[in-house]
Antibody
Framework: EVQLVESGGGLVQPGGSLRLSCAASGFTFSSYWMHWVRQAPGQGLVWVSRIKSDGTSTNYADSVKGRFTISRDNAENTLYLQMNSLRAEDTAVYYC?????????????WGQGTLVTVSS | DVQMTQSPSTLSAYVGDRVTITCRASQSINSWLAWYQQKPGKAPRLLIYKASSLGSGVPSRFSGSGSGTEFTLTISSLQPDDFATYYCQHYNSYPLTFGPGTKVHVK
């Protein structure tokens, strides 16, 4: 069974840092591009970042560029999102999601999400 | 950046109704469009990709059409399990963007 399980969310103060993890199983993780998508409470979906299957290429939304870093460990089947200089507006459920096998960036598999709350 | 809009923002319908949701892109995205269903407290679920291709395990009452800038998601006969929020998403270029969502609720 294809599965993505996020962890690492929690309460952090403005200006703080947090690292999210996404453990993948049930598929060949190293063959797929991966993404982070977030959803603020009661709001819509917002794409955050993408990393190529071999980790050599990344993209970011303007709202997180320079503050967030996406990475992956294909040996450990894990995706990461390092979040620095956090702001109140970063408060959201963060989902990891998988692109299709050809790298087309729609999301055919999602994790259950992990909540990040930025507040003093 | 490509901006996505959806209409209507909310929709009231009966079980058995035919339901259509429209998604528009601010510029041509060819057929690089996906649709998702999301229920409260749950992750989104892929319904349609490449504008009209049905996702794995998705019931055939869901269909998608369109290309360029205008797209539709149709549910041919609304079922109790279909009351949810629906989002479109383009993947023509980065940044990827989603529509604001259409909430379908019981009339």
């Amino acid at each position: 069974e294809v599965q993505l399980v996020e962890s690492g969310g929690g309460l952090v103060q403005p200006g703080g840092s947090l690292r999210l993890s996404c453990a993948a199983s049930g598929f060949t993780f190293s063959s797929y591009w991966m993404h982070w998508v977030r959803q603020a409470p009661g709001q819509g979906l917002v794409w955050v970042s993408r990393i190529k299957s071999d980790g050599t290429s990344t993209n970011y939304a303007d709202s997180v560029k320079g503050r967030f870093t996406i990475s992956r460990d294909n040996a450990e089947n894990t995706l990461y999102l390092q979040m620095n200089s956090l702001r109140a507006e970063d408060t959201a459920v963060y989902y990891c999601a998988r692109s299709d096998y050809s790298g087309n960036s729609y999301f055919d598999c999602w994790g259950q999400g992990t909540l990040v709350t930025v507040s003093s | 950046d490509v901006q996505m809009t959806q209409s209507p923002s909310t929709l009231s319908a009966y079980v058995g109704d035919r339901v259509t949701i429209t998604c528009r892109a601010s510029q041509s995205i060819n057929s690089w469009l996906a649709w998702y269903q999301q229920k409260p407290g749950k992750a989104p679920r892929l319904l349609i990709y490449k504008a009209s291709s049905l996702g794995s395990g998705v019931p055939s009452r869901f269909s998608g059409s369109g290309s360029g800038t205008e797209f539709t998601l149709t549910i041919s006969s609304l079922q109790p399990d279909d009351f949810a929020t629906y989002y479109c998403q383009h993947y023509n270029s980065y940044p990827l963007t989603f529509g604001p969502g259409t909430k379908v609720h019981v009339k």
